[in-house]
């Protein structure tokens, strides 16, 4: 009798383990893995860029996690404590009755009826607008936009859920107004990094199934897509990705299903979920998307499905990478952020021209 109920036990969790895994993304893995951007080394400041993650870095601490978090976001949020050309201007707004909180960033040649949002990232658990104000700031000069970046809903206090809705009404709010009045923008755009570029492609596959302006265009900077880790460059990057490595270094050393079980306790959503592994939604009807990663980043494979999987379905997706980067080496001086920004620039200036194009 025990023995039957043993095995039904296991019969159902494994059952259950197995509606954790999302469709095989093989077929979308690249042949071509050369560099977009190629140095054999990286630019001359490479080195103090290392330095300053190795200064916000927190001694993990297993005993007391929370006590860990909350330092390592205190750490990371003082990369904000710089001095910028620009104007920041903080929202606590309200849409739909839920909130919107963030900040303006505002550069000079800004127009306000040009707006991106922005959705920073972080684990989804660490980050906010003020730790990427480098990004936002250069982005409002770079695309002559006003910025929102939101605060959204992180994990483990806030809830997975709550952040994807977090986002979703950021960009409702941010389509109705600029930094000084309720006002419809001109152009829209949305760009994240890391767990931003997470949601913020989630968002754009969100919008196409809504009535709701689409995004003109979107950036994904070193996104995590895929919330199962069935990608390759989780293992084969590890060593060389000195950024996540602290905090991913030995995912790969854990068999998937200890993985997926993993990410379906803590985000108390299924891994394979469309709304946090965007990977599996259809990529058709998709406004054109920018993706930048680093060819030795633990995620570097992620982004590589997802360009694949999306033209293949119709979707104009552009994938750059550049050899021998940090992820998200935007948040830094390197020369490698400096082509990074231009990049986006031309993406940009293009769609609008192709919007431009398209209304005659």
């Known amino acids: 009798m ?3 109920i043993i095995a ?3 019969v159902v969790l494994m059952l259950a383990i197995r509606n954790l895994y999302g469709d095989d993304l093989r077929q979308y893995d690249s042949t071509d893995l050369s560099a977009t951007f190629y140095r054999p080394t990286p630019s001359y400041k490479y080195p103090q860029a ?3 993650i190795e200064s916000i870095q927190e001694p993990i601490n297993f ?3 929370s006590k860990y978090l909350y330092a390592l976001r205190q ?3 003082c990369l904000g404590d710089i001095e910028l050309d620009c104007d920041i201007i903080p929202v606590s707004s309200h849409f ?6 963030g900040e303006w960033v505002i550069s000079k040649n800004s127009d306000v009826n040009k707006r991106l949002l922005y959705i920073h990232g972080g684990g989804f658990a660490v980050g906010s607008a003020k ?3 480098v990004v936002t700031e250069r982005l409002s000069r770079e695309l002559g936009v006003a910025v929102f970046a939101v605060n959204y809903d992180m994990i483990p206090d806030g809830s997975r859920t709550q952040g994807i809705q977090d986002c979703r009404n950021a960009y409702q709010w941010l389509l109705e107004h600029n930094p000084y009045n309720p006002q419809v923008c001109h152009r829209i755009y949305a760009a994240g990094d890391s767990a931003g570029g997470n949601l913020t492609l989630a968002l754009i596959g969100w919008l196409k199934h809504q009535d709701i302006r689409q995004v003109d265009a979107a950036i994904a900077i070193c996104p995590c897509i895929d919330s199962t880790f069935s990608y390759g460059s989780l293992n084969y990057n590890a060593k060389t990705d000195f950024l996540l490595n602290p905090f991913m270094g030995k995912f790969h050393h854990f068999p998937q299903f200890i993985l997926l079980i993993w990410v379906a306790i803590l985000f108390r959503m299924n891994p394979r979920d469309p709304k946090i592994s965007p990977i599996f ?3 058709s009807d998709l406004p054109p998307i920018l993706i930048q990663a680093s060819d030795t980043e633990m995620m570097v494979d992620d982004s590589r499905r997802y360009t694949n999987k999306a033209r293949s379905q119709g979707s104009d997706v552009r994938l750059q990478t550049w050899s021998n980067m940090l992820h998200v080496w935007h948040l830094f001086d390197l020369e490698e952020a400096d082509e990074a920004y231009a990049e986006i620039g031309k993406f940009v200036a293009q769609s609008e021209h192709e919007l431009i194009k398209a209304a005659g």
């Open 131 to 133: 730790s990427h104000r």
């Open 50 to 52: 290392l330095a300053l």
């Open 8 to 10: 039904v036990i296991v």
């Open 281 to 283: 939604a259809n990529l």
């Open 96 to 101: 739909n009755e839920q909130k919107v909180v």
């Open 63 to 65: 005993i007391k996690p």
């Open 2 to 4: 025990w023995f039957l």
């Open 75 to 77: 750490n990371i949020d």
